[in-house]
């Protein structure tokens, strides 16, 4: 059973480009959760999704940045016209649907806007 | 967003040494997770705790989950140079999200 999928390990984006970034869950997985890691520092929430349903965006700045998990395929974070501010280490977790299950994580995408 | 709050923020100390890291919240948690994250790498899952007063042993670990379900804390043993990484509590909501704390970076020293 393979892990948490994210793709591309590194991304880099010169500055008003776009950048998307992929999240393939667990099998059998249909919660997905998106964080942003900064250096030396702890994960901050930003979206979680269940297929085809944005649960919590509340972490998630309103303009330039967008989460989707179809039905089909991965979850796909995406970052339009991108600022320095942008770069960091973009991880996601998968957990199966019920209260109190585990979540698993990928091994992230470093983004750098140059 | 729930906050978190663990303590120290960084920790030293010397191979064969004993520690306690400890995860603060005012809100109660349906569930708490420890991780373990290295550098370059996704946190890797230690131990999830679901009951309030629940101990569970991993080896050197011992994970504590407060009875009001807001708190937890992780105690290693005699501890090792392997065990050196970034240590993250996270609490499930009721709602089922994820949040996560501030982290406390430990480092063993051989």
């Known amino acids: 059973n393979a892990g948490v999928m994210q793709n591309p390990r590194h991304l880099v984006r010169r500055r008003g480009q776009e950048a998307r970034l992929r999240c393939s869950p667990m099998?059998?997985?249909?919660?997905v959760y998106w964080y942003r890691q900064l250096p030396e520092e702890g994960l901050k929430f930003m979206v979680y999704l269940q297929k085809e349903n944005i649960i919590d965006e509340s972490g998630m700045p309103k303009e330039r940045f967008s989460a989707e998990f179809p039905k089909e395929g991965p979850s796909i974070l995406r970052i339009q016209q991108v600022v320095r501010g942008d770069s960091a280490a973009y991880f996601c977790?998968?957990?199966?649907?019920?209260?109190?299950?585990?979540?698993?994580f990928g091994q992230g995408t470093r983004l750098t806007v140059v | 967003t729930q906050l978190l709050e663990q303590s120290p923020q960084f920790l030293s100390i010397q191979e064969g040494e004993n520690l306690t890291v400890y995860c603060n919240s005012s809100?109660?948690?349906?569930?708490l997770q420890w991780y373990r994250q290295e550098p370059g790498e996704g946190p890797v899952l230690l131990v999830t705790?679901?009951?309030?007063?629940e101990v569970k042993k991993l080896k050197r670990l011992t994970f504590q989950f407060g009875d009001a379900r807001k708190d937890s804390s992780l105690h290693i043993t005699a501890a090792q140079t392997g065990d050196t990484g970034l240590y993250l509590c996270?609490?499930?909501?009721?709602?089922?999200?994820?949040?996560f704390g501030t982290g406390t970076r430990l480092t063993v020293i051989p």
């Open positions: 099998k059998g997985h249909s919660h």
């Open positions: 996270a609490g499930k909501t009721g709602a089922n999200n994820l949040f």
């Open positions: 809100s109660v948690f349906s569930s």
């Open positions: 977790a998968s957990s199966p649907a019920g209260r109190n299950t585990e979540a698993f």
């Open positions: 705790v679901v009951t309030g007063g």
